[in-house]
């Protein structure tokens, strides 16, 4: 560069004008704030915090609007709707402040992506962000400005149904997604029309759930909220400026989220600096009062104010309350004022006070050919290789005759996933289409289902499956559960296959034919048996609107499956709680102890095993976290480190050589790895650190390299504060998270 000096300058002038300009613009948007606060009365402040939903909008609805009862709604049927409720906000309330109108838009709008678990398998922040976007961009052209996402609890439990919501069980890769995602809805500017506020939930440890039964207590300690829990919010507001947080159901350690003071103030609003809106989530305010954490609705009113919640969803215990506590000196003016301000700076932020419409005219990009070029992508980029037996994927040309199977080849509300309140059915490519419509030319498709359904037990029609099977070069056998098993209040004690699906896999695995399952879910499932019994299984999650392209793509080899499992597969349920990243314990798994077929008949009492492991699941879990084949094989090599001995300032510089040693151009998601051997508290046996996919033409090599800032192995340690101890370390990279090359290093005190 021939004036670096001179770009350098540029760029910190630039750099600096931008920081002016957008304090300027905070300044100008705190004025106003202050402006319209001076004029609001307490009637219209309360109104400001209470939130309600709008599915069946009712004369009452339009005036309360008009009085300045509500502030915001949830679930507004059409954008005329939305014009209609905010026409009556700006002209006919006293005010004119504009209403927030939001939805759960959490992985798509009509345009559905895979679900959450599925696009945290891809370890593609891009691809989430992209999806984020044509999110917002099709849920603001029907007058939706909020949505409740990206939910960023850790999720360690599959039986929970909403681990289908999360992005898995790992602390570092929810950190990046989420953040990718809130970055994805709310754009470069809020106030653009097509940007949409997001909202970090459910804050917090709601995944840590009792049992995986949704709706229960948590008890997470401090450290582990400190450690595990909170850093994907954290990162979320600090570095993508996610404007809404949303309190969970859940009281941790017998306080509910939503009177969680500490948390809501101390950490979130003090720590981080959070300004933006904190929401209740559906009710929790007045389910307080069902946990005993309050005598009645004005008691939860009270706590949840204090605490700093700002907008109470649906419950309306603020509205009936806040007059009278505030009377009676149990709430201050000035809680009031500050989350009056928090929520209007919302509204400003989105620009609505400017302009609270939605264009109805504008051409419409809803399912246009970039939203579903999009999420092809991201389906195809979601599926994990779970097994490949003598490479029988990709199908080649010789295979002619192949026979789908199953009721999830064809399922095209199902393969949409939870949480689709605006996809539609008639818009989604299914499997059995697009592998006839793709690939019919050339090979001949017989479909017989089976079964009809996931949950279906009826076997009359396993005859004719087992006929086509008979047929065919190769059976495709789809399989998995109904979007409804997963989700929200969807969680179950047995994550088998339902129905007789893996009857029918048995069944087609007697035929002698080659036999790849296909599992579309929204969990983890324990599919030990079906494993065993296929040649070779992938792994599509719930796959959203494209997932039939993706998955036919994937088949014949036009596209090569990348993904990793962003959550650990048990073999059996009683495995659960399962995560790779536990921590260290007195007594680990050593595989040489005795299994329960091996015990002796009237063994003695004895300790038949010293370490911590399953007589009879064993020691070791179906698949790991990060684990998931391609079509090609990876070669990792002379991992190499920057230094061994470092100070806390220091970035540390790690590369790998990788080669692609196999014979189709394919991605390797790269991970890297720490463990910090020793600590003033158990550590966790490694963590992930970071991540990188790397595209490579067979036989190619490339030298990968990680910065490590050191900062980064801080932990909340045994007096709460975070810390990079001094000591030794580990560091591990590889392509899952226990086949790792690893090198030792220290930190010098
Ligand atoms: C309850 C769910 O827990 C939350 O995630 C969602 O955003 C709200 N309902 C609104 O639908």
Not at 54 to 77: A, C, F, H, K
Not at 519 to 532: C, F, Q, S
């Amino acid at each position: 560069m021939k004036y670096p000096h001179f770009s350098l300058f540029c760029f910190l002038l630039l750099a600096c004008f931008q920081i002016t300009a957008s304090s300027a613009q905070e300044k100008e948007i705190e004025n106003k704030i202050e402006n319209v606060l001076s004029k609001m009365t307490l009637k219209e402040k309360i109104g400001q915090m209470n939130q309600i939903n709008g599915r069946n909008p009712t004369d009452n609805l339009y005036q309360q609007i008009r009085s300045g009862e509500v502030g915001s709604m949830l679930n507004i049927g059409s954008p005329e709707l939305a014009n209609q409720l905010q026409k009556i906000a700006k002209k006919e309330s006293r005010l004119g402040i504009p209403l927030v109108i939001a939805r759960d838009v959490i992985h798509g709008f009509k345009t559905m992506f895979p679900i959450p678990l599925g696009q945290a398998a891809s370890f593609n922040p891009e691809i989430v962000e992209i999806g984020a976007r044509i999110a917002a961009k099709e849920a603001s052209e029907k007058g939706i400005r909020w949505t409740f996402a990206p939910m960023m609890d850790i999720s360690r439990d599959a039986r929970w149904g909403r681990i289908a919501e999360s992005f898995g069980e790992d602390t570092y890769l929810s950190g990046v997604m989420s953040m990718a995602m809130v970055k994805g809805f709310q754009g470069t500017d809020l106030s653009n029309p097509s940007s949409i506020a997001a909202c970090a939930k459910h804050f917090i440890a709601y995944g840590a759930t009792e049992g995986g039964r949704d709706y229960n207590s948590t008890n997470v300690t401090q450290r582990q909220l400190r450690n595990i829990y909170l850093p994907p919010f954290e990162k979320s507001i600090r570095e993508a400026n996610c404007a809404t947080v949303m309190t969970s159901f859940n009281a941790n350690d017998g306080i509910p989220a939503s009177g969680n003071e500490f948390l809501l103030r101390n950490v979130l609003r003090k720590e981080w600096g959070f300004d933006g809106v904190v929401v209740s989530d559906w009710g929790a305010i007045k389910e307080m009062v069902q946990m005993g954490f309050c005598e009645d609705n004005k008691e939860a009113a009270m706590k949840g104010v204090n605490a700093g919640v700002d907008i109470e969803m649906t419950s309306g215990t603020y509205l009936q309350n806040i007059e009278a506590l505030l009377a009676e000196g149990k709430i201050q003016m000035k809680t009031i004022d500050d989350a009056v301000r928090n929520i209007l700076r919302l509204k400003f932020k989105l620009g609505l006070f400017d302009n609270p419409y939605t264009n109805l005219t504008s051409k419409s990009s809803i399912y246009s050919q970039e939203h579903l070029d999009a999420a092809k992508q991201a389906a195809e980029e979601s599926f994990v290789l779970l097994k490949n037996k003598n490479n029988i994927l990709p199908l080649n040309n010789k295979v002619k005759t192949v026979a789908i199977i199953g009721p999830m080849a064809d399922a095209p509300h199902d393969q949409m996933g939870t949480w689709t309140f605006d996809g539609e059915k008639v818009m989604t490519q299914t499997p059995l289409q697009a592998l006839k419509k793709k690939y019919g030319k050339d090979v001949n498709f017989i479909y017989e289902q089976g079964l009809a359904f996931s949950r279906d037990t009826i076997k009359s029609n396993f005859s004719k499956a087992i006929e086509a099977a008979k047929q065919a070069d190769v059976v495709l056998v789809f399989v998995g559960e109904e979007a409804i098993l997963s989700g929200e209040a969807h969680c179950l004690a047995d994550i088998n296959l339902k129905g007789a699906q893996s009857e029918l896999i048995e069944e087609l695995s007697k035929t002698g034919k080659p036999l790849v399952t296909l599992v579309m879910a929204g969990r983890p499932l324990t599919i030990a048996k079906e494993v065993e019994s296929s040649d070779a299984v992938l792994y599509l999650w719930h796959p959203g609107t494209m997932g039939g392209p993706a998955v036919a793509d994937i088949l014949f080899g036009k596209a090569v499956p990348s993904g990793k499992l962003p959550v650990t597969f048990p073999k059996y349920v009683g495995q659960i709680p399962v995560y790779y990243n536990h921590d260290r314990v007195g007594r680990p798994a050593d595989k040489t102890e005795t299994l329960l077929n091996n015990i002796p008949l009237e063994a003695k009492q004895s300790s038949l095993g010293t370490s911590s492991y399953y007589l009879d699941a064993g020691f070791d879990n179906l698949f790991d976290f990060g684990y998931g084949l391609s079509y090609s094989t990876f070669e990792y090599k002379n991992l190499v480190l920057s230094s061994d001995s470092l100070s806390q300032s220091d970035v540390l510089t790690v590369t790998v050589d990788l080669k692609n040693t196999g014979n189709f151009q394919a991605t390797e998601v790269v991970q890297f790895y720490t463990a910090d051997l020793s600590g003033s508290t158990a550590r966790p046996i490694k963590e992930l650190k970071d991540f990188k996919r790397i595209n490579l033409k067979p036989g190619e090599s490339k030298k990968v390299e990680f910065k490590l800032p050191i900062a980064k192995l801080a932990f909340w340690d045994i007096n709460n504060n975070k810390v990079v101890e001094p000591g030794k370390f580990t560091l591990m990279v590889g392509g899952n998270s226990y086949e790792l090359l690893q090198k030792g290093f220290t930190i010098l005190q």
